[in-house]
């Protein structure tokens, strides 16, 4: 599923909102969202956390901190409760250093996550690209 992914978004940029589905719409209630869209030269992302199930107001968050003050399109690419997740990337907008390395995992701890989300920016960029780190991540409920 990795080198999948890391086709699909090197292809277009609108193929990272349908990729990221693939990680898994948990539930149509959670409190953990994570918004995702195109910037310019490279992926931005949302998120939100600590809301109550199916709050509203948790994915309006994660759109609007995906979409930043230049609006980007953005849109929730998955939900999560008692999981963790993590963003992973090789540079930040609009500092990108080509190639691009871009990973997101939802996962039932933050280890995982992490590892997995690394996993992916390291396989998208490939050899002698920047490296990877761990942008955002956080847990909800139970999952540590």
Same mark, same amino acid.
């Given at each position: /599923? ?13 193929? /990272?909102?349908?990729?990221? +589905?693939?990680?898994? /719409?948990? !539930?149509?209630?959670?409190? +953990? ?12 992302? +949302?998120?939100?956390?600590?809301? #109550?199930?199916? !709050? ?7 759109? =609007? $901190? ?6 980007? =399109?953005? $849109?929730?690419? #998955?939900?999560?409760?008692? *999981?963790?997740?993590?963003?992973? #990337? =090789?540079? @930040?907008?609009? *500092? ?15 280890? @995982?996550?992490?590892? $997995?989300?690394?996993? *992916?920016? *390291?396989? /998208? ?11 955002? !991540?956080?847990? $909800?409920?139970?999952?540590?």
């Amino acid at each position: /599923m990795t080198r999948t992914l890391a086709v699909l978004l090197r292809l277009m940029p609108a193929c /990272m909102v349908l990729a990221f +589905g693939f990680l898994g /719409m948990r !539930s149509s209630t959670a409190d +953990g969202v994570l918004a995702l869209g195109y910037a310019k030269g490279g992926p931005t992302y +949302g998120w939100a956390a600590g809301f #109550s199930k199916g !709050s509203a107001d948790a994915a309006a968050h994660a759109l =609007n $901190e995906c979409r930043g003050i230049k609006k980007y =399109n953005c $849109e929730v690419v #998955s939900t999560f409760h008692d *999981q963790c997740f993590a963003i992973s #990337s =090789n540079g @930040t907008a609009p *500092q990108w250093k080509s190639p691009i390395g871009f990973g997101l995992a939802i996962a039932k701890d933050s280890a @995982t996550a992490a590892q $997995e989300a690394i996993g *992916q920016c *390291q396989s /998208m960029a490939g050899q002698g690209a920047p490296p990877c780190v761990i942008r955002k !991540s956080d847990c $909800e409920g139970s999952a540590k």
